[in-house]
């Protein structure tokens, strides 16, 4: 089964900085990618997905993820962050042949400083 | 207009207690979903679900269970509450069934403490 990595639990960045979020996956064959984000007491929300195609991928609130075969990475980044991004990231992976088991990671939890 | 919606949004109770969620989706969607998120934030599927089929995460106890009385609701329904089930509880749906390509939309969740 596939499974997903977010090597950090909290970053913190500055107002205006620019910021990268790591994902890596583990699965067998291309698969199916996505970037949610949970902000604070709400569900989570779809910033943006990979299924095919161009590998940078643009999402939702100027973010966007690039897809690098190579490393088994789905990054997110976004160039300038605003205070309103903090939020928790959740980057998952779903299965390109069956189920409807879409793996989390565990999530990146981003602070803003003024 | 909510297109997921749970209720209760807080829900505190006693061990032993059973327990229902419940979760209304307007979007028309095929497919319904109840995940859990633990104290560290991780999430993972309890269930999935459309009018022809349910799939149970085989870890999930079986006092837990789904009931759908149509396809644009899935309660869940909590047997016997333990302090280890307290969790903030997710609800989704996905216009499609069977397929990784799915892009979930999610209720703000359920926060469920057992005392």
């Known amino acids: 089964a596939q499974s997903v990595t977010q090597p950090d639990i909290h970053i913190t960045v500055s107002e205006g900085a620019s910021l990268e979020l790591r994902c890596n996956y583990s699965?067998?064959?291309?698969?199916?990618l996505f970037w949610y984000v949970q902000s604070p007491g709400q569900g989570l929300q779809l910033l943006l997905k990979y299924f095919s195609g161009d590998t940078l991928v643009q999402g939702i609130k100027g973010f966007e993820a690039e897809f690098k075969r190579s490393q088994s990475s789905f990054n997110l980044r976004k160039p300038s962050v605003h205070w309103s991004d903090a939020a928790e990231y959740f980057c998952a992976v779903g299965d390109r042949y069956n189920n409807n088991d879409m793996r989390f990671g565990a999530g990146t939890r981003l602070t803003v400083k003024p | 207009d909510t297109a997921v919606s749970q209720t209760p949004k807080y829900l505190v109770t006693q061990m032993g207690n059973d327990k229902s969620i419940k979760c209304e989706q307007n979007l028309g969607h095929d497919t319904m979903y109840w995940y859990k998120q633990d104290s560290k934030k991780f999430l993972k599927i309890m269930f999935s679900?459309?009018?022809?089929?349910?799939?149970i995460n085989e870890t999930v106890p079986n006092r837990f269970s789904p009931k759908s009385p149509d396809k644009a609701h899935l309660n869940l329904h909590i047997n016997s509450l333990e302090l280890g089930d307290s969790a903030v509880y997710f609800c989704a749906s996905s216009q499609a069934f069977g397929s990784g390509a799915n892009v979930l939309t999610f209720g703000a969740g359920s926060r469920l403490t057992v005392l």
């Open positions: 679900y459309n009018n022809k089929e349910l799939i």
């Open positions: 699965y067998g064959a291309t698969p199916y």
